[in-house]
């Protein structure tokens, strides 16, 4: 449309980069603290300008953590993070292709029984019930390890509800040419169904890797040994100390922010991708 | 290769619906037998069920001595060239031809000939790398074909593949289809609602309606004698006319219609057996006013008002002969043009 | 609902398929849901020694309970505060971005990445920019004269989390109202135009209204999420304090029940939660079934 006013435009970018600047600000005051030598912030107020100890700050977090609010290294609980993310992820994909799988190519007794058992999981998130699902996991003997930081979280309605409807609009004919073609479930299932759904594969890892990075209450729950500290848990133990320090623990919320944050920059077109089509 | 055998073929789906209610057709080995009628006919179900994609409600399919019922679609030795081709999207066309043969445990080397030779017959080679989707429809067709080939299956089942081509290359491929069909000899099964399609490619042509056997015959058998007045109605284009006996008879003076078969009520006559000059033999002559005048080229259509009638009515003719529209035309029939029907059975009367 | 017009036989195979998501639903998500149901209706003696069916009991107290009742306006508070304020920034971002053309794409680029953030690392850090003796905010307060202090103060306590999950929460409800102003035809927006209206006027008698599916999905998201999934905000900052002015229904089951040990009424609220997600989850798919076609 024709709308030519200049003033108009500079007005919107105005807006614009003071919306930007408050995004970035909070995470800009942790790149500042996090360069700081220690005895600064305990100085009163932070200055504006990132300081010469960065280097210092972020080797010590990244090979020795805070020993005095027994906090493991960040390299140990980036680890502990990526495992557990990664077996998240892996763990919701693999199981709702399948679901989706029998739910779209089967008929079978209790179809709609399943999928309602499964649809029921979206109403019940970890932090509602979340002592007796701690009862569970202690009484399976799976504390303190990444079978009990994952595997409870891997069920996924939403999941198993994108790849349903996305199979939906797969074309019928592309089945029957299958089987004409001799292809059993599982043949069909890894040679045509598996390569058709990669972007919508794609496109949830992202979410999902999202979702297992930055969990919280389940790890803080279900660990107490710090060698399977996570990186979000990990931090909150920092601050928790009675005079933080907040140099040490601006550079591992800084470590602990990038891998997610880096994940959706660079696969924009498909976190986008993701995130609304699972929220449909 | 295989003759393919339904007996009392039957499909009911829940809620009692008869999508295909008995049918009987044997289709000898090499034939090229085509499946025509209105959308809605069963005869893709009847494809279906002959591919082993629709389960079989009752009756007997044979193929070769072979009772298939029971069998899964890749155990009947079919192969299925599908309306939207249906080629696997991630896949190179090779792929695409060759995944029937892997599936089948066929070894390399053998693959690769059978496709090679497929994808010449079909002048597809300098395709065999890409991906379906940076291909034209035509080419798609053909490697929807290909995938077919490659098998040498007892028989092919064709389901309307030529109905997402432009009216061109449809023509280009029923020619391909048709001459591919006679140069391999294999059994072929084949789905449309086009007539003309039908007429060009079958060797004998089934016509379906409400899932039933109208008439089985070859093209030119139907032409000439539909059985019924739904095939009358339905092979042929423009689509014959059909007058109801009373009113020809109050045009008739020299008695031609009195020894039509009993039971006769509505003849039908096709639009090219009017003529605008009288014919050497006995006729009819009928009096009408031209309501459109459609010059389509080698031939013209004139739709008109018959006097005291509203019946409408079509003529062709050749060339463009000189009329114009709202001019009172009389037309002739001859008496053996008619085709007499009765309207409450819906069969054709005269057995000749 | 449908399958394919054609299936796969077996008979055993759909329930092997179905088997991982089933057991790890039945074992992680059933059960523990009937237990705290189970549990919601027993009493536990201070020792744990013996446990006594009470029926709705702890139901009773609960709504007798003047923390708890506190703990739902200060959930009410916190939730509506969270929904208005990042939708609102959101709202105003989204549709003047819409109006970029070459700049659109480096703007969302810059507003979307928060969404990556983990809510208790959300938490940290505007709990250390706004922290009283180092904070820059609270330095900057004072300068206009107001005493910022969360560690004392319920509504700077309260007013400091929304901060936080609001501003976690801009970049989901930016991506949406984006989408929802793309979806709008240009043409009606043209055609607005050549009728006169002015854009404020068009914003709000064409573009807002029919935004209204996209705010209405906003408004029981960003519920959702602020009820449910902003425990990691609570707990790596205020701990619902101080004096429970931010002690929400999530961090309050938590609360009560691993630290208080106070396993029934824990579990009586586990109920009520999921009493309430059901509801929610009812609303939104209610009102999703008439927009999309499952």
């Given at each position: 449309?024709?709308e030519?006013r ?6 919107a970018h105005?807006v ?13 005051i ?7 030598a220690?005895g600064?912030?305990v100085r009163?107020?932070?200055p504006?300008l990132p300081?010469h100890?960065?280097i210092e700050?972020?080797t ?10 027994n ?11 990526f ?7 892996v763990?919701k ?6 679901s989706a799988?029998?739910?779209v ?9 399943f999928?309602?058992?499964i ?5 019940l ?5 979340i002592?007796?699902t701690?009862?569970?996991v ?5 504390l ?8 409870p979280?891997i069920?996924s309605?939403?999941?198993t509800?994108?790849f349903?409807q ?9 089945l029957?040419?299958a089987?004409?073609?001799?292809a059993?479930?599982?043949k069909?299932?890894k040679?045509?169904?598996?390569p058709l759904?990669i972007t919508?594969?794609a ?5 999902m ?5 930055n969990?919280?209450?389940w790890?803080l729950?279900i660990?107490?040994d710090?060698?399977?500290?996570t990186?979000?848990?990990g ?10 320090q907040?140099q ?5 919320v ?12 660079f696969?924009?077109r498909?976190?986008v ?7 449909k | 290769m295989a ?5 009392g073929l ?7 619906v008869n ?13 090229f037998v085509?499946?025509?009628?209105p ?7 009847l494809?279906r069920m002959v591919?082993?994609?629709e389960t079989?409600t009752e009756?007997t399919?044979?193929?070769g001595?072979?009772?298939?019922n029971?069998?899964?679609p890749?155990e ?14 991630h896949?190179s066309?090779y792929?695409n031809l060759a995944?029937g ?8 080397d053998?693959i690769e000939?059978?496709?090679r030779i497929?994808a010449?017959?079909l002048?597809?080679?300098?395709f065999?790398e890409?991906?379906?989707?940076k291909l ?9 074909m ?6 040498e299956?007892a028989?092919f089942?064709?389901?309307?593949p030529?109905?997402n081509l ?6 280009q ?5 048709k001459?591919l069909q006679?140069r391999?000899?294999?059994t072929?099964l084949y789905?449309t ?7 060009t490619l079958?060797d004998?042509l089934?016509v ?5 056997i ?5 093209p030119?058998e139907?032409y ?8 009358a109605g339905f092979i ?6 059909m007058?109801?006996v009373?009113?020809l008879?109050?045009?008739d003076?020299n ?5 039509l078969p009993a039971?006769?009520?509505i003849?039908?006559i ?7 000059t009288p ?9 009408s ?11 013209s259509h004139l739709?008109v008002t018959?006097?005291n009638s ?10 463009q ?8 035309l009389r ?5 053996e043009a ?8 819906g069969k ?5 | 609902?449908?399958t ?10 759909p ?5 991982p998501q ?9 059960w ?8 919601s209706?027993?009493r536990e ?6 446990t006594?069916?009470?029926g ?12 708890y ?10 939730a509506l505060g ?7 920034v959101?709202?105003?971002?989204a ?6 053309i070459?700049?659109?794409?480096a703007?969302?680029?810059?507003l979307?990445w ?9 938490g ?14 609270p ?5 206009v004269?107001y005493q910022?202090?969360?560690r004392?103060s319920?509504?700077d306590?309260?007013?400091?989390v ?9 970049s ?13 035809p240009?043409?009606l927006i ?8 002015s ?5 709000w ?7 209204t599916p ?19 905000i ?8 101080p004096?429970q002015s ?11 029940g691993?630290v ?7 579990a ?11 509801m929610?989850?009812i609303v939104q ?6 927009r999309?076609n499952?």
């Amino acid at each position: 449309m024709v709308e030519n006013r200049p003033w108009a435009n500079f007005f919107a970018h105005t807006v614009l980069i003071i919306g930007v600047a408050l995004v970035i600000f909070p995470v800009y005051i942790a790149l500042v603290a996090s360069t700081q030598a220690p005895g600064e912030l305990v100085r009163g107020t932070l200055p504006l300008l990132p300081g010469h100890h960065g280097i210092e700050n972020y080797t010590q977090m990244w090979q020795s953590g805070i020993s005095t609010a027994n906090s493991p290294s960040a390299a140990l609980m980036l680890w502990n993070s990526f495992v557990m993310a990664m077996a998240i992820t892996v763990g919701k994909l693999s199981i709702s292709l399948l679901s989706a799988f029998a739910i779209v190519y089967f008929r079978f007794r209790f179809r709609m029984f399943f999928f309602w058992l499964i649809f029921v999981t979206l109403m019940l998130p970890v932090e509602v019930r979340i002592i007796p699902t701690f009862q569970v996991v202690a009484d399976l003997n799976m504390l303190n390890s990444f079978a009990g930081l994952s595997i409870p979280l891997i069920a996924s309605a939403t999941a198993t509800f994108l790849f349903r409807q996305f199979f939906m609009t797969i074309p019928e004919e592309m089945l029957e040419a299958a089987r004409v073609d001799g292809a059993g479930p599982l043949k069909f299932f890894k040679d045509i169904l598996l390569p058709l759904s990669i972007t919508n594969i794609a496109a949830l890892f992202v979410i999902m890797f999202i979702y297992g990075w930055n969990q919280y209450l389940w790890p803080l729950i279900i660990t107490t040994d710090p060698n399977y500290t996570t990186i979000v848990m990990g931090i909150q133990r920092m601050t928790s100390e009675e005079n933080p320090q907040w140099q040490l623990v601006m550079a591992a919320v800084v470590m602990a922010a990038l891998p997610p944050v880096l994940v959706i920059l660079f696969m924009q077109r498909l976190f986008v991708k993701g995130l609304t089509e699972t929220e449909k | 290769m295989a003759s393919i055998t339904l007996e009392g073929l039957k499909k009911t789906y829940t809620g009692n619906v008869n999508a295909v209610k008995g049918i009987d057709l044997h289709i000898e080995d090499g034939e090229f037998v085509v499946l025509v009628g209105p959308s809605g006919c069963g005869k893709s179900t009847l494809l279906r069920m002959v591919a082993g994609l629709e389960t079989i409600t009752e009756g007997t399919l044979k193929i070769g001595e072979r009772v298939v019922n029971k069998l899964e679609p890749a155990e009947r030795d079919i192969a299925m060239v599908f309306q939207n081709y249906a080629l696997y999207p991630h896949m190179s066309v090779y792929n695409n031809l060759a995944y029937g043969l892997k599936n089948r445990g066929f070894n390399k080397d053998e693959i690769e000939q059978r496709v090679r030779i497929a994808a010449k017959m079909l002048e597809i080679e300098e395709f065999l790398e890409r991906k379906p989707r940076k291909l034209s429809g035509g080419q798609r067709q053909r490697v929807a074909m290909g995938r077919a080939l490659v098998r040498e299956p007892a028989a092919f089942l064709f389901d309307e593949p030529l109905s997402n081509l432009d009216a061109k290359l449809r023509v280009q491929m029923r020619v391909e289809i048709k001459q591919l069909q006679r140069r391999l000899r294999t059994t072929s099964l084949y789905v449309t609602h086009d007539q003309l399609e039908a007429m060009t490619l079958g060797d004998r042509l089934v016509v379906l309606n409400a899932g039933q056997i109208e008439q089985v015959g070859t093209p030119m058998e139907i032409y000439a004698r539909p059985a019924t007045l739904f095939v009358a109605g339905f092979i042929g284009s423009p689509a014959m006319n059909m007058l109801s006996v009373d009113y020809l008879k109050a045009q008739d003076a020299n008695g031609l219609l009195d020894n039509l078969p009993a039971g006769t009520d509505i003849v039908g006559i096709r639009p090219d057996d009017m003529h605008l000059t009288p014919p050497a033999v006995p006729h009819l002559a009928v009096d009408s006013t031209l309501a459109l005048f459609e010059a389509a080229g080698a031939e013209s259509h004139l739709y008109v008002t018959l006097a005291n009638s509203e019946q409408p009515t079509v003529i062709r003719v050749s060339g463009q002969p000189p009329v114009a529209e709202g001019e009172t035309l009389r037309f002739y029939i001859p008496r053996e043009a008619l085709h007499p029907f009765d309207s409450t059975t819906g069969k054709r009367t005269n057995t000749f | 609902m449908q399958t394919k017009r054609m299936t796969f036989p077996g008979r055993w195979l759909p329930f092997a398929l179905l088997a991982p998501q089933v057991i790890v639903t039945l074992i992680f998500f059933i059960w523990p849901a009937g237990q705290a149901l189970y549990q919601s209706l027993l009493r536990e003696d201070a020792f744990g020694l013996k446990t006594t069916f009470v029926g709705l009991e702890n139901f009773a107290r609960l709504f007798r309970d003047g923390s708890y009742l506190n703990s739902l306006s200060v959930t009410v508070v916190f939730a509506l505060g969270t929904t208005m304020l990042s939708m609102t920034v959101a709202l105003l971002l989204a549709s003047t971005v819409n109006r970029m053309i070459h700049s659109r794409s480096a703007y969302t680029t810059l507003l979307v990445w928060p969404y990556a953030i983990a809510p208790a690392l959300a938490g940290v850090l505007w709990w250390f920019i706004f922290n009283p003796s180092i904070g820059i905010v609270p330095y900057m307060l004072e300068m206009v004269g107001y005493q910022w202090n969360h560690r004392n103060s319920g509504s700077d306590a309260m007013l400091l989390v929304i901060f936080a999950a609001a501003w976690k929460q801009i970049s989901y409800n930016f991506l949406f109202f984006l989408a929802g102003l793309q979806s709008i035809p240009q043409s009606l927006i043209e055609a607005a135009s050549i009728d006169g209206a002015s854009p404020t006027k068009r914003f709000w008698t064409i573009i807002f209204p029919l935004l209204t599916p996209t705010t209405f999905f906003l408004l029981v998201v960003n519920v959702v999420y602020a009820m449910f999934d902003t425990f990691g905000i609570i707990h790596a900052t205020t701990q619902g304090g101080p004096a429970q002015s931010t002690n929400i229904l999530v961090y309050k089951v938590y609360a009560d029940g691993f630290v208080g040990l106070n396993l029934g009424s824990s579990a009586a609220q586990s109920v009520i939660l999921m009493v309430i997600v059901v509801m929610l989850t009812i609303v939104q798919f209610r009102f999703i079934e008439r927009r999309v076609n499952y």
